[in-house]
């Protein structure tokens, strides 16, 4: 449907006047027209009429207006606009019907995004349920093995020992690989009603990739708040705690790593966080098994004089 040149609203075939000129349909009150009657083919709309070159005579006192409206029109006159107008109509109809299929294909092609991503967490899931349920069939057994008579062998103690420390280690495999898609942000100072998201995205932003709204799974600071000694004035200030970041996909993880190593030395300047520049560490995220084994691997690495201490995958 037309638009009116004069007000911008929309407007139908009967109170609608055309102009010769430029071809632009007005409703009959924005140009002062009646509502009734038929509009001469030769009408020019205000804008049009105000630029035509006037030859009146230097005698002529008072320039009159322009009669507009006629009283007898044809018919093929009639029948012409009317077929322009439905013509313009139509282009119109026709442009929003594009703009329409195109944004539902884009929703099609978010949908099915959305839909391989949903299979893959349904394997992973099913992945881990088989997990479990084998513990848990270890740990019948286990507990089987633990109310046996007292006059058992020290031969069935030590094996009892060994499936122990087994099912310890299968556990901590476990937690370290629901972890594979986590990071873990050191150093940046704590605020009050801050948005971890944000920092994030302003981090891995300084690091040199652009994530998407979709990329982050979640993001949180985690454990307890730590306490560093009091400073001569007598404040405590207080360490800030690690973000945990979970993010979609392993590999973005892999590619947040490998950039952090290679911009050793980023800091806090410009990522809209208070306080003083400070170095940031972005790391992977550990279980606390891991975290304590990978604590006396640095400390041995100091000890020693080893030049670098990283992990992979949750192993040093």
């Given at each position: 449907?037309?638009?009116c040149?004069g007000?911008?609203?929309?407007?139908n075939?009967?109170?609608?006047?055309?102009?010769?000129n430029?071809?632009?349909?007005?409703h009959?009150?924005?140009?002062?027209?009646?509502?009734?009657?038929?509009?001469?083919?030769s009408w020019?709309?205000?804008e049009?009429?105000?630029?035509?070159?006037r030859?009146?005579?230097?005698?002529?006192?008072v320039?009159?207006?322009?009669?507009f409206?006629?009283?007898v029109?044809?018919?093929?006159?009639i029948?012409?606009?009317?077929?322009i107008l439905?013509?313009?109509?139509?282009?119109?109809k026709?442009?929003?019907?594009?703009?329409?299929?195109a944004?539902?294909?884009?929703?099609?092609?978010?949908?099915q995004e959305?839909?391989?991503e949903?299979?893959d967490?349904?394997?992973?899931?099913?992945?881990?349920?088989e997990r479990?349920?084998a513990?848990?069939?270890?740990?019948l057994e286990l507990?089987?093995?633990?109310?046996?008579?007292?006059?058992?062998?020290?031969?069935?103690?030590l094996h009892?020992?060994?499936?122990?420390a087994q099912l310890r280690?299968?556990l901590?495999?476990r937690?370290?690989?629901s972890?594979i898609n986590?990071?873990?942000?050191i150093?940046?100072?704590e605020?009050k009603?801050?948005?971890p998201i944000?920092?994030?995205?302003?981090?891995?932003t300084?690091?040199?990739?652009?994530?998407?709204p979709c990329?982050i799974?979640s993001?949180?600071?985690?454990?307890?708040?730590r306490?560093i000694?009091?400073?001569?004035?007598?404040a405590?200030?207080?360490?800030?705690?690690p973000?945990?970041?979970r993010?979609?996909?392993?590999d973005?993880?892999?590619e947040?790593?490998?950039n952090?190593?290679v911009?050793?030395?980023a800091n806090t300047?410009?990522i809209?966080?208070?306080?003083?520049?400070r170095?940031?560490?972005?790391?992977?995220?550990?279980?606390?098994?891991?975290r304590a084994?990978?604590?006396k691997?640095?400390?041995m690495?100091r000890?020693f004089?080893w030049?670098f201490?990283w992990?992979r995958r949750?192993?040093?």
């Amino acid at each position: 449907m037309a638009k009116c040149g004069g007000c911008g609203r929309f407007l139908n075939a009967s109170e609608s006047a055309k102009c010769n000129n430029c071809n632009i349909v007005y409703h009959r009150s924005c140009v002062a027209l009646p509502t009734s009657g038929v509009v001469a083919p030769s009408w020019r709309c205000p804008e049009c009429n105000k630029n035509v070159i006037r030859n009146n005579k230097p005698d002529t006192p008072v320039r009159g207006p322009a009669h507009f409206v006629s009283q007898v029109v044809p018919t093929e006159s009639i029948a012409m606009d009317t077929s322009i107008l439905d013509d313009s109509v139509g282009k119109s109809k026709q442009d929003l019907n594009r703009a329409i299929l195109a944004e539902l294909r884009a929703i099609r092609i978010e949908f099915q995004e959305f839909r391989t991503e949903l299979i893959d967490l349904r394997a992973t899931i099913k992945a881990c349920n088989e997990r479990m349920n084998a513990m848990d069939v270890k740990l019948l057994e286990l507990e089987k093995r633990i109310n046996v008579p007292p006059s058992s062998s020290s031969s069935d103690m030590l094996h009892l020992n060994d499936v122990i420390a087994q099912l310890r280690q299968d556990l901590n495999d476990r937690d370290q690989e629901s972890l594979i898609n986590d990071l873990e942000i050191i150093n940046i100072p704590e605020d009050k009603g801050e948005n971890p998201i944000h920092i994030v995205t302003q981090v891995v932003t300084k690091l040199g990739i652009n994530l998407a709204p979709c990329d982050i799974v979640s993001a949180e600071r985690v454990g307890a708040r730590r306490i560093i000694a009091a400073n001569p004035e007598g404040a405590v200030p207080t360490r800030p705690r690690p973000i945990a970041v979970r993010l979609a996909r392993r590999d973005l993880r892999d590619e947040v790593l490998r950039n952090a190593r290679v911009r050793r030395g980023a800091n806090t300047a410009d990522i809209g966080v208070s306080g003083t520049s400070r170095p940031f560490y972005v790391n992977e995220r550990l279980t606390k098994y891991n975290r304590a084994l990978f604590q006396k691997a640095r400390e041995m690495g100091r000890r020693f004089g080893w030049r670098f201490v990283w992990t992979r995958r949750g192993r040093s």
